[in-house]
């Protein structure tokens, strides 16, 4: 059914989190979710940033970055990135609170 919002298991850097998610919508997530531990374990593997935290900020800004700075095509779904980037953000922040909690 459309629209149905259901509770999928993701990991990013080793850490389970459970996200709520239109059905419609659980590719598009799970794409973003490869992204964004694909970017954030490469900044933790460059060796430069430490902590959980910095590894999201930074991957962050790098995903904004490069969002701002892609050429836009009139075949480019700007809706499509801006719903992307709001997850993003939304498990950046739950990731963030989460390692806040446990210190």
């Known amino acids: 059914m ?12 080793g850490r389970e989190f459970r996200v709520a ?32 935290d910095r590894i999201a900020v930074m991957a962050a800004l790098n995903i ?8 836009v095509t009139p075949d480019v779904d700007l809706g499509d990135f801006k719903r992307r980037i709001t997850r ?3 498990l950046i922040d739950k990731t963030i609170a989460e390692q ?3 210190f």
């Open 21 to 52: 998610c239109p059905a419609e919508e659980e590719q598009g997530l799970l794409e973003a979710v490869a992204y964004l531990d694909s970017k954030m374990r490469e900044i933790r593997d460059s060796g430069k940033i430490v902590g959980i």
């Open 88 to 90: 993003m953000q939304g």
């Open 100 to 102: 806040n909690s446990l």
């Open 64 to 71: 904004t970055h490069e969002f701002l700075h892609m050429k």
């Open 2 to 13: 459309a629209g149905e919002i259901k509770g999928l298991d993701v990991t990013i850097m």
